[in-house]
């Protein structure tokens, strides 16, 4: 009689009630870790975390639910002390580096602020490599028949940006990857590819 208040009227046995004396109490446990895995995995992904419950509601129709957490927060490319340290030394700040042509070039960009400062960057004296320490390679600025080098060597102005290429061939060097930009003594670390 007992057994039929748990089970109630029809159905499988609840299984929170039922069995043995710890059995609702690992449920609530494994119940536990798995909201605890599933809060570490979103915050690794450095997505919001969405609940189990509702997260195909949240996402817009026909976009997955990783989709519809991204938010628009860019985190700086550098730490306070490097940037000055860029501008200061170098003359130089907004240093990006971006995959381009369906990352077959890696595309280094920069904003002059001191010209004399900056003129190394522009030197056509300096050869520029790019270095990617997880793929063990440097990759050089391409130079072609007709046009030359695929860089800007002009006499460096204020307020104006500048960019080089670098061949990818084979596609080494990868989307999230940190890179090292060496132009003789200029040297950019830790620079992340976009």
Request: no cysteine; glycine share 10%; aromatic share 6%.
């Amino acid at each position: 009689m007992l057994e039929n208040k748990v089970r109630g009227p029809a159905g499988p046995p609840d299984l929170a009630t039922s069995g043995p004396r710890g059995t609702s109490t690992m449920l609530q446990r494994n119940r536990f870790s798995q909201t605890r895995l599933m809060l570490l995995a979103g915050l690794l992904a450095g997505g919001a975390f969405l609940p189990a419950m509702g997260a195909e509601q949240a996402a817009p129709a026909g976009k997955p639910a990783a989709a519809a957490a991204r938010t628009r927060y860019q985190p700086d490319r550098f730490a306070g002390r490097a940037a000055k340290y860029y501008q200061l030394l170098w003359g130089v700040d907004s240093l990006s580096v971006k995959l381009a042509e369906s990352g077959a070039v890696v595309r280094f960009g920069y904003r002059v602020l001191d010209p004399d400062k900056a003129r190394a960057l522009n030197d056509k004296g300096n050869e520029p490599s790019l270095i990617d320490p997880r793929a063990g390679v440097a990759l050089v600025v391409p130079k072609m028949e007709k046009i030359g080098q695929l860089r800007q060597t002009a006499t460096p102005e204020a307020g104006k940006a500048y960019w080089m290429a670098f061949s990818n061939k084979g596609r080494p060097v990868k989307k999230g990857d940190r890179v090292d930009v060496v132009i003789g003594q200029f040297r950019a670390q830790g620079l992340v590819v976009d």
